[in-house]
């Protein structure tokens, strides 16, 4: 559970900071391997899922991604089976230094993403799109997707939400919580929400006592292909004092789109305007 954990929190990071020049190939690229989940997602949310030949051991979205070659996953990619596959683009993670120095060494043209926030994730979109020979699928879909954030709901009294993260929703020992530096911040504030993690960090943790001591008027629990607990106040009740905990306004999100920034992540902005409604 816990690699799980580590592995999720790494792939919602992995957009962090400011990505140097991506390195594109000159002519359209026909074999392509994705070196994480939320690319693979683009990638046939763009209708090139023809042209993927490898992808990791993580990219299970959508089925048609479980069939594919596996190269590794997160910092244990084969670099045997990516040369076997006759790559013409990689598609990976801007902070991927030692996958770019290999791919360097190989001659293997990359490309790489970042999704830090919903901006960055349609750079990315639009970026491979142009690549890769689909402007257009590209193009629709971040027309789309500006259409639906051009309106963010609007309250009076914004309600102070607490966004954790745990491969286990009835285990809360360990809080880790979203900060003001990540697309979930982002998409809470777009929801009407405001976020009681006031840092500016992606991720934090925090003791029972913080949480006390934040009270947020809603707890949103992401549990990635978790179970959904009959009772998501439950694991709370050590914090009965806590408002959202009082008024049983916790809430489990465990569809795996939760943790990959991806395009996908309209469906998270859904989520939180529903329980922010």
């Known amino acids: 559970m816990i690699k799980r954990i580590h592995f999720l929190l790494l792939l919602l990071l992995a957009g962090c900071g400011k990505p140097e020049k991506a390195e594109r190939s000159t ?22 899922g023809d042209k993927l030949v490898g992808a990791t051991t993580y990219c299970t979205y959508p089925e048609a991604a479980e069939n594919l070659p596996k ?7 084969n670099f045997e089976a990516i040369v076997s596959l ?15 120095t290999r791919l360097d060494g190989l001659g293997i043209p990359y490309l790489e993403t970042r999704t830090e ?35 963010p709901q609007k309250f009076a009294n914004p309600p102070r939400v607490l966004i954790t993260f745990s491969g286990d929703a009835t285990q809360v020992d360990q809080i880790y919580a979203f900060g003001s530096d990540c697309l979930h911040n982002e998409l809470l504030e777009l929801a009407g929400g405001t976020n009681v993690v006031e840092n500016n960090l992606a991720f934090s943790v925090l003791s029972k006592e913080a949480v006390i001591r934040l009270n947020p008027d809603i707890i949103i629990q992401l549990a990635p292909g978790m179970p959904e607990p009959d009772n998501p106040s439950s694991a709370w009740n050590s914090l009965s ?23 996908r992540f309209i469906q998270i902005l859904d989520d939180f305007e529903e329980i922010i409604r």
């Open 27 to 48: 002519t359209e690229p026909q074999r392509i391997i994705s070196l994480a989940p939320d690319i693979t997602e683009t990638v046939y949310q763009l209708g090139l």
């Open 71 to 77: 190269v590794g996953g997160f910092g244990q990619y």
């Open 241 to 263: 004092g806590v408002n959202a905990v009082k008024n049983n306004r916790v809430y489990v999100l465990t569809g795996n789109y939760t943790c990959i920034p991806g395009p």
């Open 117 to 151: 926030y919903i901006g960055d994730i349609l750079e990315s979109i639009h970026a491979i799109g142009a690549t890769c020979g689909a402007s257009d699928a590209a193009e629709t879909y971040i027309a789309n997707v500006n259409k639906r954030i051009s309106d």
């Open 86 to 100: 006759r790559p013409d683009l990689v598609l990976l993670h801007w902070k991927s230094e030692a996958e770019k």
